[in-house]
């Protein structure tokens, strides 16, 4: 019953900016955090960043920072991902996640295997 569908990819030049949504249904989003990850052709999956369930804390993976971030809206239900200044190597399938582990504070995660529920993924080509 759990959906998260990504949105907002497609094709674009360097230099350029991409906003990916993450309609989630079928949790109570108020209670995950989320996560966005990637994945190139022939590579493995990537962790690319992370929000906690109220938003108030991020977590970026260094080969993104400056440029891309993570945002939610509760009420809509839906996880973004603001991407600036694009490079040939952001390529790839990105994939949006849910991660359902309890916390009395704050926690987010950049392991794959924390995360219990995906998204199907949606492709960004950045050319050179």
């Known amino acids: 019953q759990v959906q998260l569908v990504e949105s907002g990819g497609g094709l674009v030049q360097a230099g350029g900016s991409l906003r990916l949504s993450c309609a989630a249904s079928g949790l109570t989003f ?15 999956r990537e962790f690319v960043a992370a929000i906690t369930r109220s938003g108030g804390d991020t977590l970026n993976a260094n080969s993104v920072k400056g440029r891309f971030t993570i945002s939610r809206d509760n009420a809509k239900n839906t996880v973004y991902l603001q991407m600036n200044s694009l490079k040939s190597e952001d390529t790839g399938a990105y994939y949006c996640a849910a991660d359902r582990t309890y916390s009395s504070g704050t926690y987010l995660s950049r392991n794959a295997a924390t995360y219990d529920y995906w998204g199907q993924g949606t492709q960004v080509t950045v050319s050179s």
């Open 30 to 44: 108020n209670n995950y955090r989320m996560g966005w990850f990637r994945q190139a052709p022939g590579k493995g």
